[in-house]
């Protein structure tokens, strides 16, 4: 079967050698000339499809659309053809899940090998790396530390085992990728992984994305659209951002996951679903449920499994193994070259307190491996609330931290080991934890 790429592009016609190019790779064009169609078809093809979106100039409405499109297709490669492509350009694109990026005069031998690029990599699984751990879109839970080793573990377990799972932690610490990494390792793993941005979905608009609708069931719905549930159905069903859920919403998605049916918008049919459930926040659900701002059912309902998930700056020594991968799949997105980091850099960020965690990370990281000209990444580079967040860090200061934290894992956290190790007493420890803002707890 051909492999489907949908075109999309409201006013001007597809670039010249696009066409050329689709069928040099053995591609079959769908266009799609409307925001709605190009989302239905996303919806109807996925995940054996690509999404190219043309414009003349880069624009918020086609950030918009690639959102909305990744908010339908985690994994399918998504390549936008634009005029006068900028470093700021880039960078906004690739934060909305874009996979590449082309000039729309490119030609066709290029054009030719970025979509045989992103056609022959199949959107729905991960990809194992070197060391033998998943990636889903070039990301991988980085980490071998004590507390990434005992989460990693806690996944395998918890994939194998069908129950509802709710995953807390800070903004930023990889929730989503956790909930894919059990998606993908359960037997649940050849059906969909669907997500839901809890916080996304207007109340008015929740029933129609949650269970569908038929054609006419209210202004605009031109055609009938299947519902998340039912997408979901016999996969996973992810839940993001749970705690910014309104009551009535949690009402409307507990009923349906407790009857296992769904019912579309315009129709009295009963469609049966079944899913697994994870879901996420970086609330507290214990308090909103006290304070009745969450359903203590729906909480009970989930509450089944919970993992939780440390931010980056408990376990800062992490943060070199995952600057070596963050960068190597950066320069793979970005084509860029190989960039060297400097050992100082890494000091400095792990002196960094990281309120936006491994996220923030990532971004900075980009920003930085965008805009530098030089062949390394260093110091000079980190943006400048970042430098000055951490300008009293010395060099000493990270050697000796960096020691503690070396000594601390060797001995996993035990700090009557890890005091052995440094020839220093368990207190003059937990004195130097303190002064450079280790855990201690």
């Known amino acids: 079967m051909l492999q489907k790429v949908i075109v999309f592009t409201q006013k001007d016609p597809p670039p010249a050698g696009l066409s050329e190019a689709l ?144 995953i807390t932690g800070e903004t ?15 037997r649940r793993s050849a059906r969909p992984f669907v997500a839901i941005n809890c916080a996304a979905v207007p109340d008015t608009l929740l029933e129609s994305e949650l269970f569908g609708h038929e054609r006419g069931a209210f202004t605009g719905a031109d055609v009938a659209r299947e519902g998340k549930l039912q997408h979901a159905s016999g996969g996973t069903l992810f839940l993001d951002e749970i705690g910014d859920m309104s009551l009535v919403a949690q009402a409307k998605i507990l009923r349906a996951v407790e009857s296992r049916v769904v019912q579309k918008l315009g129709s009295n049919l009963d469609t049966p679903v079944q899913v697994r459930l994870l879901a996420a926040t970086n609330q507290d659900l214990e308090t909103l449920t006290k304070d009745k701002k969450f359903r203590e059912d729906l909480y009970f309902r989930l509450n089944v499994v919970r993992l939780a998930l440390p931010p980056l700056r408990e376990r800062l020594e992490d943060i070199p193994e995952l600057v070596e991968h963050t960068m190597r799949d950066l320069q793979q997105r970005h084509r860029g070259p190989v960039r060297r980091i400097e050992d100082d850099l890494i000091r400095r960020l792990q002196a960094y307190h990281w309120p936006g965690n491994v996220r923030e990370l990532r971004n900075i990281l980009e920003s930085m491996m965008v805009l530098s000209s030089s062949r390394s990444v260093g110091v000079a580079d980190l943006p400048s609330h970042v430098k000055h967040s951490v300008r009293s860090s010395s060099p000493e200061y990270g050697d000796e931290r960096s020691r503690i934290i070396g000594a601390l894992t060797s001995a996993d956290w035990n700090r009557n080991r890890a005091a052995e190790i440094l020839s220093c007493s368990r207190m003059t420890l937990y004195r130097k934890m303190v002064k450079y803002s280790i855990p201690t707890a």
Do not use: W
Request: aromatic share 0%; glycine share 6%; with cysteine.
């Open 172 to 186: 930023g610490t990889g929730k989503e990728l956790v909930a894919q990494l059990i998606h993908r390792n359960s």
């Open 23 to 166: 069928r040099a790779c053995g591609c079959e064009m769908l266009i799609a000339h409307s925001e709605a169609r190009l989302l239905e078809s996303v919806d109807r093809f996925s995940p054996e499809c690509t999404v190219v979106l043309s414009s003349t100039a880069m624009d918020p409405d086609a950030m918009r659309v690639a959102e909305r499109v990744r908010s339908i297709d985690h994994h399918c490669p998504l390549l936008i053809m634009t005029s006068g492509i900028s470093a700021d350009t880039a960078i906004c694109a690739m934060r909305a899940g874009v996979s590449d990026m082309l000039e729309r005069d490119a030609p066709r031998e290029k054009i030719v090998a970025t979509l045989r690029s992103l056609t022959g990599k199949h959107p729905g699984r991960p990809q194992p790396d070197a060391a033998g751990h998943d990636l889903i879109d070039g990301q991988r839970l980085a980490g071998a530390g004590a507390r990434m080793q005992q989460i990693r573990s806690q996944i395998a377990r918890i994939a194998s085992a069908d129950v509802s799972v709710l």
